[in-house]
């Protein structure tokens, strides 16, 4: 099956630094890409949609200054957590896949702790 | 609003025993329906697909079924093992996306926890 792979996997940081976050299709050409968090005891919670060349959408309530998206290629998207707090640690998951119909590949997640 | 429970949220079972995972919608026009596997501190890991058409599909031992009308869905694991502990999420694309890139409502997850 498609594999996807996330940069780096885990994370730690101290309070105010950015960091970026990379996730890749690595057989596969994504158009969409797709950036979830994760919060301890919570479900997956969608972030915001990644379109190759163009702006990402975000879901309500996700600050795009703070979480900056970048989908640059076909096959590479990246999740910059800029002046990171620490109520910003949580598991981050990227997926890619096609249409509403076929499977999502989800990236291995990474885990960022700010300190 | 679609939203998407799991029930029970956490289920410990002695190893080789057969069980049921639940998983309800309250939106039933979905495209289809996913079971995903999460390790502790790791990604997901797709289980099954179901298409909205289907009402069951099977892998080795995992049996998923949807039941559109009722907004449910109940994965089954026969013969279980130390190495299915992990908890197990289903998720739905939102409604009418119009067939382009899907976005997918999780449940909270069943962490399941199997002994040997």
Known sequence: ?115 | KQEVTQIPAALSVPEGENLVLNCSFTDSAIYNLQWFRQDPGKGLTSLLLIQSSQREQTSGRLNASLDKSSGRSTLYIAASQPGDSATYLCAVPLPHYGGSQGNLIFGKGTKLSVKP
């Open chain 1, 1 to 115: 099956g498609a594999v996807v792979s996330q940069h780096p996997s885990r994370v730690i940081c101290k309070s105010g630094t950015s960091v970026k976050i990379e996730c890749r299709s690595l057989d596969f050409q994504a158009t969409t890409m797709f950036w979830y968090r994760q919060f301890p005891k919570q479900s997956l919670m969608l972030m915001a949609t990644s379109n190759e060349g163009s702006k990402a959408t975000y879901e309500q309530g996700v600050e795009k200054d703070k979480f900056l998206i970048n989908h640059a290629s076909l096959t590479l998207s990246t999740l910059t957590v800029t002046s990171a707090h620490p109520e910003d640690s949580s598991f981050y998951i990227c997926s890619a896949g096609g249409s509403a119909t076929d499977t999502q590949y989800f990236g291995p997640g990474t885990r960022l702790t700010v300190l």
